[in-house]
């Protein structure tokens, strides 16, 4: 069996996450999983790993502790690219510039879920 390389646990996720490019665009994926530093996400376009990205996401109130959903926006860089299916991709997104507000906010979401 192959050992696990994560250091945090990932929980299943829904919603849409969007990447802006630094052209200005936005470009939606699915959000399929979190965890305390990163995200798996689906799109219909490959991504190459290594890639510099934005992400925003919105979390769900009563899965952070708020009173209302929560903006979550941060850097990340692309640490693996699958294609899933034709049309299909899974990106593997580590988010390296977290600040205190966005780590609390992955960190409550995935406590919600355990």
Known sequence: MT???RKNQR???QGACTILD?????HA???IDL??????????IPIGAMTRINVAMLLP???????AD?????????VWS??????????????????EEGASLLQAYVLSAV
């Open 61 to 67: 109130a009563d899965r952070v502790g708020r009173d």
């Open 3 to 5: 050992e696990q390389r």
């Open 11 to 13: 929980v299943a996720a």
């Open 22 to 26: 630094p052209d200005g665009g936005e």
């Open 35 to 44: 965890s305390e530093c990163g995200a798996r996400l689906r799109c219909e």
């Open 82 to 99: 699958h294609r899933v299916e034709e049309g299909v991709n899974d990106i593997g997104v580590f988010f390296p510039e977290l600040d």
């Open 70 to 78: 929560a903006r979550l926006q941060t850097a990340g860089v692309i």
């Open 29 to 31: 994926f699915e959000l």
